[in-house]
């Protein structure tokens, strides 16, 4: 028996070898771990089972048959991230590069199918180099395999690639349907094609990172949700960032004890908006005021900076954050911003996680290059997103509301359930030199006319009054008890229900 039991242990710590010291030292040489040292990092200590630890491909061209190597380039299992069940895989680049063969993909495809039926997120770590050439059609068919099972889980179980190395061909696409991406700085890059097909087809000249580094991803494309510096901040934020999500749709939002209380007041909120209505300030200290223990996980934080998302908590329950950002842009929302704004309200709907909005915008962005780029179709992706929301929505507009835009914030009409507004609220078509133009057209030139006009504008629109009187907001808060208005508005709702027609699925303008 023990010859039995020392064979096991020899089996498994030849398996855990991946592609043998030379390569692993290689991979450190390179600033990045190793798959297993990822995972041990992700995992709460000791708590990762491992799956298909003894397999191997099937493939016998090119001399493949002669080399073995178990586990495949990819390690898969479960553990748990603080005491929650977590389905986790991260491809060994040890080991054939971690490309993709069948066997590795039916490892994946095991593991989603897990997670799925536990109802449990799933985190992918990628370091690999596509499909395994040596294999052609069988890794083709594999990716495929994948890339449905992360469609059906879509919306059922949070998903989430880390990008940790080369992320390239069949591999970005599985990511590129999952949840959120997250990319380590300066060691990873994504693209469909690589440098050298990018000079061959169009002859531009270019490196991976300018390709497809997290300086591209994370700032222009917004294919990435955010970049870290290296491997273990990347993977210790996946654990901040698991801590704020449901395991599932039907689970309801995780609950940590807060010791924040509830009550607490925030007098400086009272000062946050400057007497010039055209100064900016920084939306991020109302939401970090307003948030317990000002944790706040902000996603896309280096993509259309004037709109803000992430996660906070109110009494110990995660809530979504959505924020015109007046520092940028002058928190107009344009394309950029309604794609990011849009993408993640669906997500905290699909997960059952209430949205708060903060609301201080002059409005969508005029000009061609917004028309050209098809602004109809993005603004109407996030007004169409809030619209369908069924989760609890509580909105606070600090300042301007104009326009458009104003419908478009989680305004009550499209389905927000509690209003509120500051008493320096400005709810109204236009600003009030933009209206005083259009209406008065005849008197400009008349600079007294213009000045009269223009005061007569602002008193009548440019307050939350207007808007209140006729009940299109609920209350006009003061500032300083923002965090205990929006506490006692989740608790109202938290058994919120709305009833949806039947229907497949909607058709949300992409
Ligand atoms: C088999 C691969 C491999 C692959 C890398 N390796 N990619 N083996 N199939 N796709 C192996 C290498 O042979 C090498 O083995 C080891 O992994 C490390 O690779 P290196 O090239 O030495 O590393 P590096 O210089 O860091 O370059 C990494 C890389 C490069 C940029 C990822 O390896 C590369 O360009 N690989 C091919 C990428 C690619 O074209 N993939 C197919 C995409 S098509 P040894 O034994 O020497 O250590 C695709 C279609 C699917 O994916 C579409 C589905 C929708």
Sequence with gaps: MKHILEALDQRRAGAKKGGGDKRIEAQHARGKLTARERIELLLDKGSFEEFDMFVEHRSVEFGMDKTKIPGDGVVTGWGTVNGRTTFVFAKDFTVFGGSLSETHALKITK???MALKARAPIIGLYDAGGARIQEGVAALAGYSYVFRRNVIASGVIPQISVIMGPCAGGDVYSPAMTDFIFMVKNTSYMFVTGPDVVKTVTNEVVTAEELGGASVHATKSSIADGAFSDDVETLLQ?????????????EGVPEWPSFDDIERTEESLDTLIPANPNQPYDIKELILKVVDEGDFFELADTFAKNIVTGFGRIAGKTVGFVANQPMVLAGVLDSDASRKAARFVRFC?????????????????????????????????????YSQCTVPLVTVI???????????????????DMNYAWPTAQIAVMGAKGAVEIIFRQDIGDAEKIAARTKEYEDRFL?????????????????????????????????????VPMKKHDNIPL
Excluded: C, W
Excluded at 355 to 361: A, E, G, L, P, Q
């Design 463 to 499: 307050s939350p009054f207007v808007a209140a009187e006729r009940g299109y907001i609920d209350d006009v808060i003061m500032p300083h008890s923002t965090r205990k208005r929006i506490a006692r508005a989740l608790a109202m709702l938290k058994d919120k229900h709305v009833d």
């Design 349 to 385: 709907d699909a997960f059952n996680i209430p949205i708060v909005t903060f609301v201080d915008v002059p409005g969508f962005l005029p000009g061609t290059a917004q028309e050209y780029g098809g602004l109809i179709k993005h603004g109407a992706k996030l007004l169409f997103a």
């Design 398 to 416: 600090t300042r301007k509301a104009y326009g458009g835009a104003f419908d478009v914030m989680a305004s009550k009409e499209i389905g927000a």
């Design 238 to 250: 996946m654990r901040r960032l698991l801590d704020f999500l449901p395991s599932n749709n039907t």
């Design 111 to 113: 593991l989603q199918d």
